[in-house]
């Protein structure tokens, strides 16, 4: 019963603890922790923090767009990306096309996806049309399969679903006990806004930030608790921007609704004014994303928030267009010179996530290490069904692991990631803390922000969210 692999030397850090000490790996999976463990290999960990592997939560990968947008990355390009920024596991969404059944839509993302990635890969379902044919046989069958997770959204044309509608999927997800994730921004409020901004000949990408107000997203959370409430089923609201939906938030769990909370990179790197490029010119539109970043108040609010336990998860909402064409179907396409509205919504962000929450949360006291690694691993795993197996450091979990160090100081540059996207929105930002190498069951898939060749990862069935199980947010146990 030889150890394969020692991690010699590290600190281990867990949501729970952190200690010095030796991580033994065989067969792929973490077979002892101790001290002056021996093994095959020995990788030195002294002065390094060993971390359970970050897992992003919410990427979008491969994604075709109603507009004919070709996202920056595909499957091999954005898992690359994510290995080398300290990750083992991301969670990209299969999008249902109207019309479209979700079981094809699935094989359609498997296709893409299979025998590409480097990271290991599971897919949240984007649900857009909830046919009776959706609602009464592909989900509840595909939720049995392990695909454990839906998403909704209550703004853009070819995705918005009704509050009846929403109210269907929640009544499906809570038979069934999938976890839903709620896109919450009132589509109503942002066209209206939309529409008088462009009367008003105010069309450049900063104006983004003022159509989709803050007020539209406050509504919209507030309406899907409301209607999770009705169905008494716990959601998550994602990619929280700001100090108004997070009011909305602590006001249901105040109630001892289950609701829980993801919020991004975004809103404590960015602001408003990012969106105005150099002199409100299409800059901007490197910055455009919905929810929109807000400002310093609100990433006082997040940081709060993060701290206090009221946003669970912290995922990089991934979603990259390329400033520059291919052939005009970027960022910067010649509609989107016209409006705002035309501006592909999305930023790129997987390989730089776990740098800015680390060096902007723990480097600078904000956060503490064990929470740090609950918002970027833990807890991802533990809302949607991948733990123990992944989200954590112990005997009989996949050794997915990051080696982190601490002191090292890099500036975040375009030239050094590894995404298929043209920029990064965090150009020149100087982060304290760096992934040095990440082990995916024990195997390296980067080295030095360098991703290995190879593409080792695997398709993750899930099982259910652990939302369902937790006592606390007042949940009734299902019938
Ligand atoms: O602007 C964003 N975030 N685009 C990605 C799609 C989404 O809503 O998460
Ligand atoms: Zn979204
Ligand atoms: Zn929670
Ligand atoms: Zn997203």
Partial sequence: TALDLVIRGGTVVTAADSYRA????????????????????????????????????????????????????????????????????????????????????????????????????????????????????????????????????????????????????????????????????????????????????????????????????????????????????????????????????????ARGLKVHAETCPQYIALTADDLRGLNMDFEGAKYVCSPPPRDTDSQAAIWQGLRDGTFDLFSSD?????????????????????SFRWVPNGIPGVETRLPILFSEGVSKGRITLQRFVALTSTNPARLYGLYPQKGSIAVGADADLTLWNPTLTRRIRQADLNHGCDYTPYEGLEVTGWPVRTLLRGRAIALDGVPMAEPTGTYLPRGTSEAFAQAGHGLAPPP
């Fill in 318 to 338: 991934h979603c990259p267009f390329r400033f520059e064409g291919p052939a005009d179907t970027g960022k910067n396409n010649p509609r989107a010179r016209t």
């Fill in 22 to 253: 030796d991580v033994g790996v065989r067969g792929g999976r973490i077979a002892a922790i101790g001290d002056a463990l021996t093994g095959a290999e020995t990788i030195d960990a002294d002065g390094l923090l060993v971390l359970p592997g970050g897992i992003d939560a919410h990427v979008h990968l491969d994604q075709p767009t109603s507009d004919g947008t070709v996202m920056a990355d595909d499957f091999a390009s954005g898992t690359r990306s994510a290995a080398a920024g300290g990750n083992t596991t991301v969670l990209p969404f299969a999008l249902q096309i109207r019309g479209q059944s979700l079981r094809a839509c699935v094989e359609d993302y498997h296709r893409k996806a299979d025998g590409r990635c480097h990271t290991d890969v599971s897919f949240h379902l984007i649900i857009s049309d909830p046919s009776p044919q959706v609602l009464g046989q592909e989900l509840p069958a595909l939720v049995r399969d392990g695909y454990t997770s839906f998403k909704v959204f209550m703004t853009y044309d070819d995705l918005v679903l009704n509050d009846a509608q929403l109210l269907d999927v929640f009544e499906v997800a809570r038979r069934e006990r999938a976890l839903v994730m709620v896109h919450a921004e009132g589509h109503d409020a942002i066209k209206h806004l939309t529409r008088r901004l462009e009367a008003e000949g105010r069309t450049a990408p900063y104006y983004h930030g003022q159509a989709h107000a803050q007020i539209a997203e406050r509504e919209a959370t507030h309406r899907a608790i409301s209607h999770a409430q009705l169905i008494d089923l716990p959601i998550v609201i994602v990619h929280v921007s700001g100090r108004e939906p997070m009011e909305q938030i602590q006001w249901a769990r």
